[in-house]
Nanobody
Framework: QVQLVESGGGLVQAGGSLRLSCAAS????????MGWYRQAPGKQRDMVAL???????NYADTVKGRFTISKDNAKNTMTLQMNSLKPEDTAVYYC??????????WGQGTQVTVSS
């Protein structure tokens, strides 16, 4: 089992920045990929950014150049630095972890609201 707890969401004006954090606990050694997804009202949950255990990253085209994903293995945390935020970035952001046994884990979500 893996437990994920997000923090850092909130309300920000367009052009501003927010930093999301995800603390992982449990069977951390089984995690191969972590990342962030987001879901806006009435829309599907979409990938925002992923980072592998080796440090490779992947970003959605809509956030490239604005968001940065990173992880601190010593602290078992992952962060998403979000800059130049736009109203269309408004969504619930979910921390995600994939383990080598083929199981997906999700955090409870944190709301990010960007006002215009």
């Amino acid at each position: 089992q893996v437990q994920l707890v997000e923090s850092g969401g909130g309300l920000v004006q367009a052009g501003g920045s927010l930093r999301l954090s995800c603390a992982a606990s449990g069977s951390i050694s089984r995690i191969t990929t972590m990342g962030w997804y987001r879901q806006a009202p009435g829309k599907q949950r979409d990938m925002v950014a992923l980072i592998t255990s080796g440090g490779s990253t992947n970003y959605a085209d809509t956030v490239k150049g604005r968001f940065t994903i990173s992880k601190d293995n010593a602290k078992n945390t992952m962060t998403l630095q979000m800059n130049s935020l736009k109203p269309e970035d408004t969504a619930v952001y979910y921390c995600y972890a994939f383990v080598w046994t083929g199981v997906n884990y999700w955090g409870q979500g944190t709301q990010v609201t960007v006002s215009s």
